[in-house]
């Protein structure tokens, strides 16, 4: 190799190499550090490495490394890790297999060819290896994450298949990549391997960022797992082997939590297998599934409709409808208002024509439709005729029923003043039975009242049902503020945790940008109610959750912690239903029409959207619950 240059302490400087003048010999530089990296035994080979990896990040399609033997040379250095333990534990060459695995990852991301390269320059076999264990879970979040680039391409997946027990590797690390990374790293704080460390941080932070990035690096470690078994999933030979109840039970709980909420996770793997018949047959036939779809489709999470094309799906499916239908009907006649979301146009008439077909095919044996399930089907039919009736109606026929309706909707504050809950729903029932079709944004407003009173009447599911239904009306969708904090104490109700938390986020971000004078934040600073549904939330949702449980609290000098992981007495907390009738978070009555003026420059308001995350909450916000309905 060329020599260094003058400055330069170390003899055949890979730096020194990149800033040779002459391509040529730049290029025939190179070759021969990539040939001959893995054979040497020098200090400092971490640093070309990491360098490496930072031009990996940076120019994952820049092909100049990938035909000069990159992934030859890399594939050699995890080898040589997995083998020469003297070699790993030397200088700071402990890091390289991680960078190695990295660095193949980052390459085969988006170019195919680049994948095919890789496979044959033998990356597999080291790959599988660091996925099996055989060094630290850090190694296997960027095999994991490696292979399933590789497996991702039709000419390359193969390849990844053909590697014995991969699939079944992957699903368990799926299943228990959380407590893995508790108890191997989070757990014990004193306990954590110093390089680890420095590659959770960069060398940037103390033992709270440590553990807020291990946090994120399990997530991706679990849906990174998820991606690799998803490319399977689309291979219907593969599917006996995914569909195993103990695993499939807990896909929609994989749900990559706030710190990887990009992810589709086990949402978008149960898509993929209910995709097929055989898939179809093994979701429907597991326990808890669709209940936990159910409670997917009525969330105002990204990946909303992949829980409704789950369920849809299911019932278009003979053999598959009766299972399920009584239990995923409810919630699908409640989503029926949504008319796009994200690329499904027209979703909620999809949603109308598939429940028809299953009203219809009740007679050729095909299911068995229970009389409740019948009705609300009729009931859903019904609104639709309703509709069209109502496109032929003059519109001074339309102005005097919405009149009628916002009379009879009057009464209903009026009861709910007095404290008559009962009498205030049953009204705006009566309102919503006289209240044009067309007429969304007084339905949105009447859904979500009597959504309030079901709430202290202490019936949730009513109450998500119709805080779903003025969401679905809304426009835009999911967006109703007064809806979303409603559905999020339901949810609390219930027990549902990761739920709750998602539309009490939404809440808080709806609040930050509301033209509403009763709902803007106030001086910048969350209300006591909301931040006290936030807290208990992400501690009931907390990624470590289960496996703190399981193995007990987080470990610092000898002292047994808390964060998070501990049981603790929710004495502390209110419930919602208490927390939102008191003070700041108490629903008052006032003039009818302040509701409406959340629709006053909603172009404005669409175009200041962003996607609410962990950042929108922040101490300091103030909002203020009060409103003219309930």
């Known amino acids: 190799m060329d020599k260094a240059s003058p400055d330069c302490p170390y003899p055949g ?30 200090d400092g080979q971490v640093l070309p490495i990491s360098g490496l990896w930072n031009t990996a990040m940076a120019h994952p399609n820049d092909p100049e490394f990938i035909e000069l033997g990159i992934f030859e040379c890399m594939s050699a250095l995890i080898w040589k890790g997995l083998k020469n333990r003297r070699w790993l534990s030397h200088d700071q060459n402990i890091y390289i297999p991680y960078y190695a695995a990295h660095i193949i990852g980052s390459y085969t991301m988006n170019m195919e060819e680049f994948a095919e390269s890789a496979v044959h320059a033998g990356v597999i076999p080291p790959l599988v290896e660091l996925l099996r264990g055989r060094l630290t879970w850090v190694e296997q979040r960027v095999a994991v994450r490696a292979l399933g680039h590789l497996a991702t391409y039709t000419s390359t ?24 990374v508790y108890s191997h790293f989070y757990q014990y704080v ?45 291979k219907p030979e593969f599917l006996p082997t995914i569909c195993k109840p103990e695993f499939l039970v807990k896909l929609p709980g994989m749900w990559g939590g706030l710190v990887n909420e990009n992810s589709p996770a086990g949402i978008g793997l149960l898509r993929t297998i209910c995709h097929h018949k055989i898939g179809r047959g093994s979701v429907a036939s597991c326990p808890g599934i669709i209940e936990a779809l159910v409670n997917i489709a009525c969330s105002s ?25 009584d239990k995923a009907v409810p919630a699908l006649v409640d989503l029926a208002e949504i008319t796009t979301l994200g690329d499904h146009k027209k979703l909620g008439d999809t949603i109308v024509n598939v429940l028809q077909e299953c ?37 001074e026929d339309l102005h005097i029923k919405q009149a009628a309706a916002l009379v009879v909707k009057l009464e209903g504050n009026s009861l709910f003043s007095s404290g008559n809950i009962a009498g205030a729903a049953s009204k705006y029932s009566e309102a919503l039975s006289l209240c044009p079709m067309r007429s969304k944004k007084e339905r949105v407003v ?63 971000n709806e609040c930050s940008q509301s033209n509403d004078p009763d709902l803007s934040l106030r001086q910048n600073k969350v209300p006591d109610y909301a931040e006290r549904l936030v807290k208990k939330q992400m501690r009931a949702a907390w990624l470590f959750r289960e496996a703190a449980i399981k193995l007990g609290g987080v470990h610092c000098e000898g002292e047994a912690g808390d964060m998070y992981g501990q049981d603790t007495d929710d004495s502390e907390w209110e419930t919602a239903s208490e927390s939102d009738i008191g003070n700041d978070g108490r629903d008052e009555m006032g003039d009818e029409d302040d509701d409406d003026s959340e629709w006053k420059n909603e172009d404005e308001r669409k175009a200041k959207f962003k996607k609410p995350s962990m950042k929108d909450i922040k101490h300091g916000f103030n909002v203020q619950l009060t409103e003219d309905e309930p």
């Open 13 to 42: 400087c890979f730096f020194c190499v990149m800033k040779e003048g002459n391509p040529s010999k730049r290029r025939a530089s190179i070759l021969k550090f990539f040939r001959d990296l893995p054979s040497q035994d020098d």
């Open 157 to 180: 997946f193969p390849s990844v298949a053909s590697q014995g027990e991969i699939l079944e590797v992957a699903i368990q690390l799926a299943m228990s990549s959380l407590e893995i």
């Open 190 to 234: 004193d306990r954590r391997l110093s390089y680890h460390c420095d590659l959770l941080t960069r060398g940037m932070g103390g033992v709270e960022m440590e553990s807020r990035k291990a946090e994120e690096w399990a997530s991706q470690l679990q849906c990174w797992s998820l991606q690799l078994i998803n490319c399977f999933a689309f």
């Open 301 to 325: 999470d990204d990946w909303q409709y992949m829980a409704i094309d789950c369920l849809l799906w299911l019932l278009q499916d003979p053999s598959t409808c009766h299972k399920v239908i």
């Open 359 to 395: 009203i219809q095919s009740q007679g050729t044996g095909r299911s068995s439709v229970s009389n409740r399930t019948k009705e609300l089907i009729e009931e859903l039919l019904s609104s639709r005729q309703r509709l069209k009736w109502e496109k032929n109606i003059p519109k």
């Open 446 to 508: 009447l859904y979500s009242n009597r959504a309030q009173c079901h709430l202290l009447l202490q019936q949730p599911l009513a109450a998500i049902s119709d805080a779903t239904r003025a969401l679905c009306l809304h426009n835009p969708l999911n967006r109703h503020a007064k809806s979303l904090w409603r559905r999020a104490q339901a949810y609390d109700m219930l027990g549902l945790a990761k739920e709750s938390l998602l539309d009490a986020i939404l809440f808080i």
